[in-house]
């Protein structure tokens, strides 16, 4: 069952995803700050709300992905789902909508900063075939913990494009923005 929806960012999320931001990180030292970043031609976010019944999603988000792309690469800035919605999917959506995305412009190469502690972001991670590719010391200025350097690259191909599509189609509908209304969409 599908139990969650997700579409692109919209003003009325930036309050919400701001307290997500802080409960979730809560030793970052730069907060994200949504109202910037969504208004930028060469970003990607997505916020995931939960579906209350099979046709009306909550008012307040439950996860999002803020992407950062020029040409060919992009980095991922930002990226966080609420304590209590872990463990259904939602990074996994997050993450396969948006690398779907990238692909249809052409991005060849995705990179990504994680805390080394952060054992169940890397291996979500891991699971999308982003490899570890070097270690930035004492990056995190609040503990001086280690940043672990990770990358994908050239995932344009027909085999991975069916992977992120069927990891979407089972766990949640999705609206872009791009289109009018997609297929599994409900908004």
Do not use: W
Not at 67 to 83: N, P
Not at 105 to 123: D, G, H, T, W, Y
């Amino acid at each position: 069952m599908k139990y969650f929806t997700i579409k692109s960012i919209s003003p009325n999320d930036f309050q919400t995803l701001t307290r997500m931001d802080k409960e979730i990180f809560p030793l970052k030292s730069q907060q994200t700050v949504f109202s910037i970043t969504s208004n930028k031609q060469n970003t990607i976010c997505y916020v995931a709300h939960a579906l209350l019944t099979n046709r009306t999603c909550s008012l307040n988000p439950i996860g999002y992905i803020n992407v950062l792309f020029t040409d060919f690469e992009c980095e991922i800035l930002s990226f966080g789902v609420a304590k209590n919605h872990r463990g259904y999917g939602v990074g996994k959506a997050l993450i396969a909508l948006t690398l779907k995305t990238l692909a249809g412009i052409n991005c060849q190469s995705v990179f990504l900063e994680v805390r080394k502690s952060n054992q169940p972001a890397r291996a979500l991670y891991s699971k999308f075939g982003f490899k570890k590719t070097g270690v930035r010391s004492r990056y995190y200025s609040d503990n001086q913990e280690d940043a672990i350097l990770m990358s994908l690259h050239d995932f344009e191909n027909f085999e991975y494009l069916t992977f992120l599509q069927s990891t979407l189609d089972k766990l949640c509908f999705y609206n872009t923005g791009t289109d009018s209304k997609p297929a599994n969409s409900i908004l």
